[in-house]
């Protein structure tokens, strides 16, 4: 069991920057695929980014490469998104979420295959 709380969502201009946090308690995130996901208002929740458990190769949506970047700090139990150069479209709930521990999500950017999810947390993009 993994339980996921994110934080660092806020107000920003387009242009700039935010880091979402991601922390667990229960087990490390060390041992689980853990991913972002977003969902803005109207729309499906959609694939952002995601690392691997154990060779933490990354793996990014499309309109994100370039400004998005997912990292993991295994002794503070969390992972990170940072995200530079946010635009408007930006704008929705960031959800972290995690899979089942040792085991390779086999299509990552699946909603379906994550196990674990956090509340979510608003980043709102001004313009």
């Known amino acids: 069991q993994v339980q996921l709380v994110e934080s660092g969502g806020g107000l920003v201009q387009a242009g700039g920057s935010l880091r979402l946090s991601c922390t667990a308690s229960g087990r490390g995130v060390s041992i689980y695929d853990m991913g972002w996901f977003r969902q803005a208002p109207g729309k499906e929740r959609e694939f952002v980014a995601a690392?691997?458990?154990?060779?933490?190769?990354?793996n990014y949506e499309d309109p994100v490469k370039g400004r998005f970047t997912i990292s993991r700090d295994n002794a503070k139990n969390t992972i990170y998104l940072q995200m530079n150069n946010l635009k408007p479209d930006d704008t929705a709930v960031y959800y972290c979420?995690?899979?089942?521990?040792?085991?390779?999500?086999?299509?990552?950017?699946?909603?379906?295959?994550?196990?674990?999810w956090g509340q979510g947390t608003q980043v709102t993009v001004s313009s």
């Open positions: 979420a995690a899979g089942s521990s040792f085991t390779h999500i086999p299509v990552i950017a699946s909603e379906g295959s994550y196990r674990y």
């Open positions: 690392i691997r458990w154990n060779t933490d190769e990354k």
